[in-house]
């Protein structure tokens, strides 16, 4: 009987049995990364959690800021995701400002996400032990470590969650009901997962996928059309309110300024998407940042659109046949997965280890299938072993990985080791050390992170902040001016700064370690721009 034949989850094992291998699962998911519990604030968490005073307001007036697209003009950070800013808004009720209650949320919701891996697994592939299997590759993934250790990222488990439950629900061996009660659930768990992070929307190119790798597209929209249906128009709803925000303005997802011409933008996705989907099927890799990639030379660029063309080509010769059906399923999975984050639509960041989460699904169910198929000619000792065996590098390299994320000194430390030509790694490192007092370090890595890209304005600000700490408010002006003169003057904590430097150089230090009081109007800075312009 092949993995596709194979009868349901629910004629095969009692409701115990299955409940207990989903939580055993999601218990292994916990135990990878339960260290995050004493974790402090890191990087985003800083301004998105630490300290976002939209939290302390109403919830019903800040989701109406949000939902009216009022939010990005009051400053509320994640503007256009009001699922993620409700659980911080929640979790600032509950914990206060205590980061470890963040924390048991943010892994609550990956032990949920990891269990759902498991139904959209079984799902996909009809075998209980495939499934468990792939869901504990997924729950040890070390690449998973920053949507688990930084709070902020948490809006990729819940986005996650959504899609994961979509395809479980669309693809489960029953015949779907055609009720409408169906319909709307499902509905609501899209709206949940788009309305968490923007990056939910390839739910609708992986169930094409997924059916198409399975050769049951005609029969998912002949069982399921109610349900299809639900998907679509809530995307389509959806869509439709985040054009309007981008049209008008009021849409806070930054996009690469610079213009690229088409040629660069598929040439940068060829490569973006080859090196997810190897990421999505060995997770196994992992780094805080990433440094900035050149576009791909002509010989480059049509390297990767070979080496894209035969992952597509690979896929498709798996799904001729039944037997490794579930093979081209995880590879179109980790394939398509990444489209929403990919160069094609412009993210600010080319490579982040969020970007591959839930393209990790296509490695657990490339892992699942192969675990499910090893085993049957292995005793129930030797299987015990060799998933040991497997997965302990996983959880140890896991372990590794989210540690670097306990607070924001050691996160930019590790960051400068794994990416050490990354100079927002540097500019965060030196911001870091600034904070706990050593100037001469920050100093050190600024500069070498200016030299590392002369055009990263944050760094210049960074280094702005470096002269306002030591009360060099001459230096500051000067710094003030250049960046104006580049087009920073719209850069995250110029304002503050411009202020500081019109400031004696004793409360220019306390005001740049946000310690003294910051005036509401000073004079003009030199060269005549007005300290209150953007």
């Known amino acids: 009987m092949t993995a596709i034949e194979a009868r349901p989850l629910g004629r095969t094992r009692s409701g115990r049995a299955r409940t207990a291998g989903i939580l055993a699962v999601a218990a292994l998911a916990t135990a990878a990364f339960v260290p995050a519990l004493a974790y402090g604030y890191a990087y985003d968490d800083l301004w998105t959690v630490e300290n976002n005073p939209a939290l302390d307001r109403g919830l019903g007036s800040l989701l109406g800021d949000l939902l009216s697209g009022r939010g990005a003009a009051h400053g509320v950070p994640d503007a256009t995701r009001p699922i993620m800013v409700a659980s911080l808004w929640l979790d600032r009720r509950l914990f206060g400002h205590d980061p470890s209650g963040f924390h048991l949320h943010s892994l609550a919701l990956y032990a949920a996400c990891t269990a759902a891996s498991v139904l959209a697994i079984f799902a996909i592939t009809r075998r209980w032990r495939s499934a468990l299997v792939g869901g504990a590759f997924f729950a040890a993934a070390p690449v998973h470590a920053e949507v688990v250790a930084a709070v902020n990222y948490r809006e990729d488990l819940q986005s996650a969650l959504a899609v994961f439950g979509v395809l479980a629900c669309l693809f489960w061996p029953r015949r779907a009901a055609r009720s409408g009660v169906a319909a709307f659930g499902l509905a609501a768990l899209v709206l949940y997962g788009l309305l968490a992070k923007e990056n939910a929307v390839v739910v609708l190119p992986l169930v094409v996928a997924v059916a198409a790798a399975l050769s049951k597209t005609r029969a998912l929209i002949g069982q399921n059309k109610f349900r299809v249906g639900a998907v679509l128009v809530t995307t389509l709803a959806w869509g439709t309110w985040r054009a309007v925000l981008r049209a008008t303005g009021r849409d806070d997802v930054p996009l690469v300024l610079a213009p690229r011409g088409l040629v660069e933008r598929l040439a940068r996705t060829a490569r973006y998407l080859v090196r997810a989907t190897r990421d999505g099927i060995v997770p196994f890799h992992w780094a805080p940042d990433y440094a900035p990639e050149p576009a791909p030379s002509i010989a480059g660029s049509i390297a990767w659109s070979v080496a894209l063309v035969a992952i597509v080509v690979v896929a498709g010769q798996f799904a001729r046949r039944r037997r490794f059906r579930p093979f081209a399923v995880g590879v179109a999975v980790a394939l398509v997965a990444p489209l929403a984050t990919s160069p094609l639509l412009s993210?600010?960041?080319?490579?982040?280890?969020?970007?591959?989460?839930?393209?990790?699904?296509?490695?657990?169910?490339?892992?699942?299938?192969?675990?499910?198929?090893?085993?049957?000619?292995?005793?129930?000792?030797?299987?015990?072993?060799?998933?040991?065996?497997?997965?302990?590098?996983?959880?140890?390299?896991?372990?590794?990985?989210?540690?670097?994320?306990?607070?924001?000194?050691?996160?930019?430390?590790?960051?400068?080791?794994?990416?050490?030509?990354?100079?927002?790694?540097?500019?965060?490192?030196?911001?870091?050390?600034?904070?706990?007092?050593?100037?001469?370090?920050?100093?050190?890595?600024?500069?070498?992170?200016?030299?590392?890209?002369?055009?990263?304005?944050?760094?210049?600000?960074?280094?702005?902040?470096?002269?306002?700490?030591?009360?060099?408010?001459?230096?500051?002006?000067a710094d003030i001016v250049d960046i104006q003169k580049r087009g920073g003057g719209r850069q995250l904590g110029m304002r503050r700064a411009i202020r500081c430097a019109a400031l004696s150089p004793e409360m220019s230090r306390r005001c740049a370690g946000g310690e003294g009081p910051v005036p509401p109007r000073v004079p003009a800075t030199p060269g005549g721009t007005s300290p209150e312009a953007p």
């Open 347 to 477: 993210p600010i960041n080319e490579t982040a280890d969020r970007f591959v989460f839930i393209g990790t699904l296509g490695g657990a169910i490339i892992a699942g299938t192969l675990g499910d198929r090893i085993a049957r000619v292995l005793s129930s000792r030797a299987r015990t072993v060799a998933l040991v065996v497997v997965l302990l590098p996983f959880f140890v390299v896991a372990r590794t990985a989210a540690s670097a994320w306990k607070d924001d000194a050691t996160l930019w430390r590790v960051a400068t080791e794994r990416a050490p030509t990354s100079a927002r790694a540097f500019t965060g490192l030196a911001r870091s050390l600034r904070l706990h007092g050593d100037l001469d370090g920050a100093d050190r890595a600024i500069a070498h992170a200016i030299e590392l890209d002369p055009n990263f304005l944050r760094a210049r600000v960074t280094r702005l902040y470096g002269r306002l700490a030591r009360g060099d408010v001459q230096g500051a002006r």
